[in-house]
Nanobody, 124 residues
């Protein structure tokens, strides 16, 4: 089993930055495929960034060049550095994990383990 707890969300003005963290317990992150997802009110959950255990990453087109996913296996923590934030980035952000090889999938169906989420609000 994997337990995930996100932190680092908050309110920021357009153009600002935030770093989200996802602390894991129950299993080593090095054995997993990890992802960040987000869901805005009235919208479907969408994949933002994913990190496969061998280091391969994948990003949604909407965040490429602005967001960076990384992991610290020693701390069992996943990060999402978000720069140049835009109002359309406003959403609840979730961390997700999978034991299986997922090729850094951005599909939520690839991930059976989820955190509770952290809110990100970007004002114009």
């Amino acid at each position: 089993q994997v337990q995930l707890v996100e932190s680092g969300g908050g309110s920021v003005q357009s153009g600002g930055s935030l770093r989200l963290s996802c602390a894991g317990s129950g299993s080593s992150f090095s054995n997993h495929c990890m992802g960040w997802f987000r869901q805005a009110p009235g919208k479907e959950r969408e994949g933002v960034a994913a990190l496969e255990k061998y280091g391969y990453t994948r990003y949604a087109d909407s965040v490429k060049g602005r967001f960076t996913i990384s992991g610290d296996n020693a701390k069992n923590t996943l990060y999402l550095q978000m720069n140049s934030l835009k109002p359309e980035d406003t959403a609840m952000y979730y961390c997700a994990a999978s034991y299986a090889i997922c090729s850094a999938s951005l599909s939520y169906e690839a991930y059976p383990y989820w955190g509770q989420g952290t809110q990100v609000t970007v004002s114009s």
